[in-house]
Every structure is written in structure tokens, then in C-alpha cells.
């Protein structure tokens, strides 16, 4: 059983940046995708980005395209999501997620993945 856990969240100004951090508890070789959603209070979860793993492919919600990067680091077991320019309406709990074998290369889709984090809150003020 994979097990992850994030961290990095935390309370930032508007245009401020953090990073976001997943560390997988198991060798994850047969982890396809990983992945960063996000659920604001009151609001469905979302994802928001995704990662290929064997290719390094990322794939970006519209909403934060330019100003997040996903990236990974296999060896480490870690996935990480830079934040860059923040907005009040980032402000959520954001939830690491992976996938087994098979699948697209890219989903943003919550039924895709099999395994979830606990979550850490960023709040964002203007």
C-alpha cells in the first residue's frame, strides 16, 4: 500500500510562491502518474496538476498554467509543486494523488488515481 504525505503548505500574500511537497512511503516503480488536486471549502476537488512519470511529461489545470510547476524526483520518491503568484483563489487543501498501472498520460480526473494524501492548507490573502 502506497501511502503519501504532503507538506509545505502554509499562509502567504497574494503574488507570494511555496512549494509543495509529496513523499511516497514505498519504491513507487509501478506508480504511472502523480498528481497535486486541490479542494477549497464548499467546492468539489479539482485537480490541478499531473505527472507522467516514466516520460517526465506535466500536464497543467488551465487555471494555473504558468504559474505552477510539477516535477518529481524519482529516486527521492518526492513530487513537488511550485507555486508561483499566488491568488486568493488558490487558497485550498491540497491533496497529493498516484496512480497504478495503466491510464493516459495525463489525467486531472479524482476517479483516475488510487491513492491520496492527508493534505496541507495554503491560504492565500490579498
Known amino acids: 500500500q502506497v501511502q503519501l504525505v504532503e507538506s509545505g503548505g502554509d499562509s502567504v500574500q497574494a503574488g507570494g510562491s511555496l512549494r509543495l511537497s509529496c513523499a511516497a512511503s514505498e519504491v513507487t516503480i509501478n506508480l504511472n502518474r502523480m498528481a497535486w488536486f486541490r479542494q477549497a471549502p464548499g467546492k468539489e476537488r479539482e485537480g490541478v496538476a499531473c505527472?507522467?512519470?516514466?516520460?517526465?511529461?506535466?500536464y497543467y489545470a488551465e487555471s494555473v498554467k504558468g504559474r505552477f510547476t510539477i516535477s518529481q524526483d524519482i529516486a527521492k520518491n518526492m513530487v513537488y509543486l511550485q507555486m508561483n503568484n499566488l491568488k486568493p483563489e488558490d487558497t485550498a487543501m491540497y491533496y497529493c494523488?498516484?496512480?497504478?498501472?495503466?491510464?493516459?498520460?495525463?489525467?486531472?480526473?479524482?476517479?483516475?488515481?488510487?491513492?491520496w494524501g492527508q493534505g496541507t492548507q495554503v491560504t492565500v490573502s490579498s
Open positions: 494523488a498516484a496512480q497504478g498501472p495503466g491510464g493516459i498520460w495525463y489525467s486531472l480526473l479524482t476517479e483516475d488515481y488510487n491513492y
Open positions: 505527472i507522467w512519470r516514466r516520460d517526465d511529461w506535466p
